[in-house]
């Protein structure tokens, strides 16, 4: 027989565990997935063209025919006494000096537009005297292409390191310092006037209010300008510098040797790959309070 007033034993609930979450790493491999099954679909229709005899060896030869004289292509990279004497690792390691020379001026340039920019069109907002002194010159000189800079950098700065840089720095310098302007307008009032309640002075509200609103927009003109600077970091290499991965094409192009061109090419397009990579990485570590752009390109 049973009592029905015994007390049971009241066990206590039992939480869920955390599962891991593996979508991160999920949408990195999908988008690395994404990355080979395109660059495969063009390498594969280029193979194809060469195969039914549509694409003319000597000037477009397929990637197995540039890639498979790889210790032969890389020789020419010794060519320039600068970078030949010192590297060690023969022609792979004049290889990576060079490919280290072009991105370093290409990520100097950038860097200097960026804060200089910024400066600059912030300037323009908040002092009336530098906007009506500064505004109509950037005007008159943002739409004049970079490349015609380039004669300017050298009749002033020489052959060197230099016009290669500038003429990357003019790149984004004219673009953030106009995006600066207009984000810094477009800022919403409500947060100013938040920041102006809980009693913040305007060099305060910029630091903490302002300039996080407007740095994502910035980072998406600098990744607009980014394939741009390394277009005419590789033409001042050609002319005002003589070195780097512009130099090594300008060879090839006068040496009719077009093996060479494209493997040139191809490590041009990977180090854009790799800046533009970079880059975004970037933009997620410093804006953190930025939601992701979930499976969008930019």
Do not use: C
Request: hydrophobic fraction near 55%.
């Amino acid at each position: 027989m049973t009592t029905l007033d015994t007390p049971t034993e009241i066990m206590p609930p039992v939480e869920p565990r955390a599962r891991p979450n593996f979508a991160p790493l999920l949408r990195q491999l999908a988008g690395i997935g994404w990355a080979i099954a395109s660059i495969g679909l063009f390498a594969g229709i280029w193979e194809l063209l060469w195969y039914f005899e549509l694409a003319n060896p000597l000037l477009l030869p397929p990637p197995h025919l540039f890639l498979a004289d790889i210790p032969g292509t890389l020789k020419y990279f010794d060519r320039s006494d600068r970078i030949g004497s010192v590297a060690s690792g023969g022609g792979f390691g004049a290889l990576l000096i060079t490919m280290g020379w072009t991105t370093f001026r290409v990520v100097f340039g950038l860097t200097l537009g960026f804060v200089l920019g910024t400066a600059v069109g912030a300037l323009i907002h908040y002092v009336r005297i530098i906007r009506n002194l500064l505004l109509p010159t950037i005007l008159l000189l943002a739409p004049v292409s970079p490349v015609a800079w380039l004669p300017v950098a050298i009749f002033v700065f020489g052959i060197g390191d230099v016009p290669a840089i500038f003429l990357v720095f003019i790149t984004v310098f004219f673009a953030i310092t106009l995006s600066t302007g207009a984000q810094i307008a477009s800022v919403p009032k409500n947060y100013i006037h938040v920041a102006r309640i809980m009693g913040a002075n305007e060099r305060k509200t910029f630091w903490r209010v302002i300039l996080p609103a407007i740095l994502p927009s910035l980072f998406m003109t600098v990744r607009l300008n980014l394939f741009g600077a390394w277009m005419v970091v590789l033409i001042a290499e050609a002319v005002g510098v003589g070195s780097g991965l512009g130099q090594i094409t300008t060879m090839a192009r006068a040496t009719f040797n077009s093996k060479l061109v494209f493997f040139t090419m191809a490590i041009i397009g990977l180090l854009g790959f790799l800046s533009d990579w970079g880059l975004r990485t970037m933009q997620r570590k410093l804006l953190w309070w930025v939601a992701p752009n979930q499976g969008g390109l930019l």
